[in-house]
Each structure stands twice: as structure tokens, then as C-alpha cells.
């Protein structure tokens, strides 16, 4: 990246709100360069007393469910009631797709034109601790930048609820009803991670089906631990395109923020949430440094192939790399 801000010109011109400046500091965030990772890491800590503000909310779906017309409507209501909207994305497959949130983010052609939000994809070919490196770090660039809503959304599958749910707030899943056995659209472990649960599409000649699905996840619902033993997941039925039940959507989201700010949950899910992301970066680490190892580079070739052939344990294995590494 040529003609790179200094760090205070960044600073200045966050506080400021320029959207072109957090658009370069995201851009700093992501490049892998050793100068920019150090110059991410004086301008993340230069901010640091000017985040934590703001909501950060995780947005996950089924196929098919509607989520960039949710977003997108979501994100335009937020903006007429005088709140400041960015949304990210992480998408661990984006090194094969090349970043599905791309495509997203044509889609969201409403929110994108708003003077007060703030779209932005993954970057395309990053890796999984990559990708969850940068979304971090951005959400805390943004909420320096003025944004006090940063909707994180899940672009990948599987993995991608965990990651996201490990670094917001209020994590959002959207179904959908009519398509079938709704409860097999939905994993046990992403019905744990939801704070609340919307049927979209509640529209037209679906209405009364999306009643039905709700009934059937809030049944659901019983049969998992809630992920707060301070908020009972509700379960809610909305049409992004009618632009109705959003607004108490929002109400639930503000209601679990009040309840677990009060509790003194919310204070300690980030902190728990730091010091895990703190491992994570050191184990990513540790990995990135044993794999680059020119001095391992044979050791782990023959390893690999022992283990391959069956002549020796994965666990034997693991022990003979760590030891060499402890002592290299």
C-alpha cells in the first residue's frame, strides 16, 4: 500500500469520521506487510479509549433466507432513527469463492448509498484466523470511526456462527418457513449460540407458515441450554420486505443489551471474549512461526509421511515437532 497515512493522520481522521480514512485503516488491518502490522497495532491502541461503544451483532441464515435484503432494510432503518451502521463479514471459504459478501454487498444497494453506513466485505484469499484477525480489529475501528451498530455477518457455514458468535454481542439467526422440515434447516449448535431467532419472509401467503415455523422453534428452544442464564432467546416472525417486525427486533436487541449491561454479563462476555481471542492469536502464532521454521522444514516432511504411511501416531508425531521446536 503506497502513500500509507501516518498513524496520527489515521487517527484524525477516524475520530473525524471520514469514511475514506476507515476505509484505508481496514485496508492497513488487512495487509500482512510487518510495517503495517505494526502501524495496525499503534493505531489500534491509539483509539482503544474511543471503542466498546457500540452494538455489535452477529447475523447468521439458511440459504435462501433473505439475509442481504434483511440487512440491507435493517441497516436503512437504523440509519433513519440517527444510528451510524457498518457491516462486516467473515468468510472463511473466501479463499475458494473469493468472497461471497462481494456479491452481498451489490445486494444491499440501499445501505451502501447511506451517507451514515458502512459496508465491508472479507478479504477474498485470507485465512481463517486472518479473516477473524481483521473482523476483530475493524469492529474497533469502526466503533473509534462513530458507528454504533456493527452487524457482523456469517458469510461461510459451520464454523463461521462460532467465530462470529465468539466476537459480538447479540448473536441474530434467520429462518426461514415453508421450505420443508423447518428444524432440519438448523443446527442444535447454532440454535444454542442465538440471543434471538426471526422467521423471515413472513409475507403474502406465508404469513400463517411462519407462525407455524416459530411455534416449532421456540419448541425447539427448550431443548437447548440457552447461551445466557440472564435472556430466554424469543423467537419473532418478520418480512425484510415489508419492512415489518423489524423494529422489534431491534427492541429485543436493545431489551438483552439493557438486561446483561445490568447484570454486569455483558462487561464480562467481552472480557472472557479478549482473553480467548488473546490465546487465539497466540496459538496462530506459534503455528505461522513452527511452519516457517527452515530448521523443522525436513523433520515435519518425514513426520508427515510417517504418519501418513501408519508408522507413526498423529500423537507422536505432534510431540516429536514440539519438542524440536521447544529446542530449536
Known amino acids: 500500500m503506497s502513500d500509507t497515512p501516518s498513524t496520527e493522520e489515521f487517527v484524525a481522521g477516524l475520530l473525524a469520521g471520514d469514511r475514506a480514512t476507515l476505509g484505508q485503516a481496514i485496508t492497513l488491518i488487512e495487509s500482512r506487510r ?22 455489535r451483532i452477529g447475523i447468521t441464515g439458511v440459504p435462501g433466507v433473505g439475509k442481504s435484503t434483511f440487512i440491507d432494510q435493517f441497516g436503512v432503518d437504523l ?8 457491516v462486516l463479514a467473515v468468510d472463511p471459504t473466501s479463499q475458494r469463492t473469493g ?10 444497494g440501499r445501505l451502501v448509498n447511506e451517507p451514515n453506513a458502512f459496508v465491508r466485505p472479507s478479504p477474498a484469499g485470507a485465512m481463517l484466523g486472518g479473516v477473524t484477525r481483521t ?57 444454542e449460540l442465538a440471543d434471538l431467532i426471526a422467521v423471515n419472509k413472513a409475507d403474502g401467503d406465508n404469513i400463517t407458515k411462519a407462525s407455524a415455523a416459530a411455534a416449532d422453534y421456540r419448541m425447539a428452544l427448550h431443548l437447548t441450554q440457552p447461551a445466557s442464564p440472564n435472556w430466554s432467546p424469543p423467537v419473532l416472525t418478520c418480512s425484510a420486505l415489508d419492512d415489518t417486525g423489524l423494529d422489534e427486533i ?16 455483558l462487561a464480562a462476555t467481552r472480557q472472557s471474549q479478549e482473553l480467548h481471542w488473546m490465546w487465539q ?8 512461526s513452527l511452519r516457517a521454521n527452515p530448521q523443522l522444514a525436513a523433520l515435519i516432511a518425514t513426520l508427515e509421511g510417517d504418519v501418513r504411511a501408519g508408522r507413526l501416531t498423529a500423537s507422536h508425531a505432534a510431540e516429536r515437532i514440539i519438542e524440536a521446536y521447544g529446542t530449536g
Open 34 to 55: 510487518p510495517d503495517h502490522v505494526e502501524q495496525s497495532r499503534v493505531l489500534i491502541e491509539a483509539v482503544l479509549p474511543r471503542t466498546g461503544g457500540a452494538h
Open 79 to 86: 440509519c433513519e432513527d440517527g444510528h451510524k451502521v457498518a
Open 99 to 108: 468472497g461471497a459478501i462481494l456479491g452481498d454487498k451489490t445486494r444491499m
Open 135 to 191: 473482523t476483530r480489529e475493524t469492529i474497533l475501528i469502526c466503533e473509534a470511526a462513530g458507528y454504533d451498530v456493527v452487524l457482523v455477518e456469517t458469510v461461510g457455514v459451520g464454523q463461521s456462527e462460532t467465530i462470529v458468535a465468539d466476537m459480538v454481542d447479540f448473536f441474530l439467526v434467520l429462518m426461514l418457513a415453508g421450505a420443508g422440515d423447518e428444524l432440519q434447516g438448523i443446527k442444535k449448535g447454532v440454535l
Open 250 to 265: 431491534w427492541s429485543q436487541i436493545q431489551a438483552h443489551r439493557v438486561k446483561l449491561g445490568a447484570s454486569g454479563e
Open 281 to 288: 492469536m497466540v496459538e496462530d502464532r506459534v503455528l505461522t
